[in-house]
């Protein structure tokens, strides 16, 4: 057989098998509901890669809840497994947060700067609170200081995948989470 056209995975070692992430995002959903108390919520999911940390999320929190959802998406510049620092909001939310209290749920923190620049563009239009709950988080990566209200699981220095997280808009479907290889990157 002729070695070259052996065809490499580029999906590495398994980081969070299902149920971690199931109980991580438990984890959270009891942290959120003990702090919320009976108050309504708008979680706001960060797209596309909290799609299903936002599905996941809201039915941890109580199902007679008064919790509504709503998404916005953004776009860093710069090439794909590491973001430039220019940060540009692709999809506003549909509807006004003022005065609500607001949870932005985002996949993963790595540098900081995208949950820097959704915090700063949220708190200017008067929300009731603004908390933030991430399922992933790279703290030793961190450009800038940002506050994390939930952090669900302590990240690999790694380029992961799985469970909504992508590589070239690929693997999101992934149930678990998992490491890209390094030459996949480069490649
Ligand atoms: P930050 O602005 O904190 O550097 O990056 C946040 C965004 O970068 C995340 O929402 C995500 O889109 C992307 N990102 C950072 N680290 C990873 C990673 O390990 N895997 C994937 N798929 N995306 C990442």
Redesign the pocket.
Known sequence: MNPNSVTREPLGAIVFHADEIAAAVGRLGQALTNDLRDEPVLLVG?LK?ALFLVADLARALPPRADIRIDFLAVA?YGNSTR?SGE?RLLKDTSESIEGKNVVIV??????????DYLQRLLASRNPASLRSCVLLD?PYRRLVDVTIDYTGLL?PD????GYG???QEKYRNLPYLARLEEWALES
């Open positions: 960060v890669g860093s973001s940060v985002e996949d993963i923190v790595d540098n900081g700067l995208t949950l790279k990240a790694a380029f992961i995948v997280l992508d590589y």
